[in-house]
């Protein structure tokens, strides 16, 4: 069986296999699943089907990454990359665009004028030396098996299958050449995998696999109803990144920063325990080194850090000034507290805006999206801002009414429960 995946993967990326005969193979995983052992050995077949980065000896032991299911708001990795680095390690973090209702690290990123994702391995390399992080998207030479796999999968309904998922995701992972790497795995409504008992599994199928092929890996499972923080769009995101980087981001985000750090350092050995490691990342938002390091791989990767000196040229640089860009509000129309913001309705009226692509050849509006006023929790009375839409012209149809209705708001007091719901490894 070992065998015959490797010379699957092979056919795969040299074309001596058919598609019919690839989405047979696929079809057959989809429908039963593969042990753990195979599983590993289809991940560490298709992270071998191209170019595998190397570190130098003495700090490879510092080099991570983390990945996300995804969300609506999630925008961990913009202030979490910067954080980790200003903290000691090395993080070439390889990410991806939005997928449907979820937002993409590359889009948000692409917001900032003048900014390359599009880096070359050798630049990615020497950045890592130079700086110690990198955000930048797939590139052509590593993991191959993936594109086509993905590509049929696609086309074949088999895109839902958990092993197929694991070595999709981990094999673009162990890629990096990582030694530590953290899972942010949702579930929720707004989820890749709504029910939390598949998301689970998925975490333990993925935790399974890393950690079989040597990288120290551990999970956080987190809640995706509501979204990450108060932003959602793209330009709004990195704002509210910053924010978080100077230490005034909102208290969900800035948590899921400070955890997802903590598990990392401690991974690495540069400190005993998460809770160490968490401090020192919370340490970074609020002593200026996490937004220093921002600022060095701004400019590294063809940015300007100057266009981050004041909020006006932050905000104009990013296109949030311009005149096109129409802001309307949505009141609360009735006193109480904020039950539930349902995630699903903001990312999908984002989408509508243009935040996002419901085709692959569409292009992304940068500008537009929504901030959220008000958070689950607070407390409100009639005619108080609940959100405020970031929109070019008219807003379509219905799209005040479905946001609006997002909002549910409760006579009585309402319980915030901490977006992370377990912890594995
Ligand atoms: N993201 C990936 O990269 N691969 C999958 O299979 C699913 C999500």
């Known amino acids: 069986m070992s065998d015959s995946i490797a010379d699957i993967v092979n056919g795969v990326i040299d074309d001596s296999l058919s598609d019919e005969q690839v989405i047979d193979w696929l079809q057959n995983i989809f429908d039963n699943g593969l042990d753990e052992q195979s599983t590993i050995t289809l991940t560490e077949s298709m992270r071998d089907s191209g170019e595998v980065l190397t570190w130098p000896e003495d700090w490879k032991h510092l080099v991570v990454d983390k990945h996300s299911t ?17 903290c000691g390690l090395k993080v070439p973090m390889i990410s991806g665009r939005g997928l449907g209702h979820t937002g993409g690290t590359l889009d948000k990123l692409e917001s900032i004028a003048g900014f390359r994702i599009d880096l070359s391995i050798a630049e990615l390399q020497q950045q890592i030396a130079d700086i110690g992080v990198a955000m930048v998207g797939q590139t052509d030479s590593l993991v191959p098996a993936d594109r086509r796999m993905y590509a049929l999968r696609d086309v074949s309904g ?159 640089s990013l296109g949030l000034l311009d005149e096109g860009v129409l802001s309307t509000e949505i009141y609360a129309e009735h006193k109480g507290w904020i039950e539930d913001i349902d995630a699903m309705s903001i990312a ?42 970031y929109h070019r012209g008219e807003l379509p149809e219905g799209l005040s009414e479905s946001i609006s209705s997002a909002f549910n708001i409760e006579k009585d007091p309402v319980e915030i429960k901490s977006r992370i719901t377990e912890i594995i490894g």
């Open 70 to 86: 995804g969300g609506v708001g999630d925008k961990v990795s913009i202030s979490l990359a910067p954080a980790l680095a200003s």
């Open 158 to 316: 088999t895109v839902a299958s958990i092993p197929l998922i694991t070595s999709s995701i981990v094999s673009k992972k162990a890629a990096e050449g990582l030694a530590a790497l953290v899972l942010d795995v949702k579930h929720g409504r707004a989820a890749f995998m709504s029910e939390r008992e598949k998301a689970e599994a998925l975490a333990q199928s993925m935790a399974d696999a890393a950690n079989g092929m040597g990288i120290t890996t551990s999970v956080v499972l987190s809640t995706m109803d509501n979204p990450l923080g108060c932003a959602v769009g793209n330009a709004l995101e990195i704002v509210e990144s910053v924010e978080t980087l100077c230490g005034r981001g909102p208290h969900d985000l800035e948590d899921l920063v400070c955890v997802q750090g903590g598990i990392l350092l401690a991974a690495s050995g540069i400190v005993g325990e998460m809770e160490e490691g968490a401090l020192m990342i919370h340490d970074s938002l609020n002593d200026g080194s996490a937004f220093e390091k921002f600022l060095q791989m701004v400019d590294a990767q063809g940015g300007n850090r100057d266009d981050f000196s004041s909020d006006h040229s932050m905000l104009s």
């Open 348 to 389: 999908l009226g984002c989408l509508d805006l243009g935040s996002g692509r419901k085709k692959l050849a569409d292009t992304v509006d940068h500008a537009v999206g929504a901030i959220i006023e008000t958070q689950v929790g607070d407390e409100v009375e009639v005619g108080d801002s609940l959100i405020v839409i």
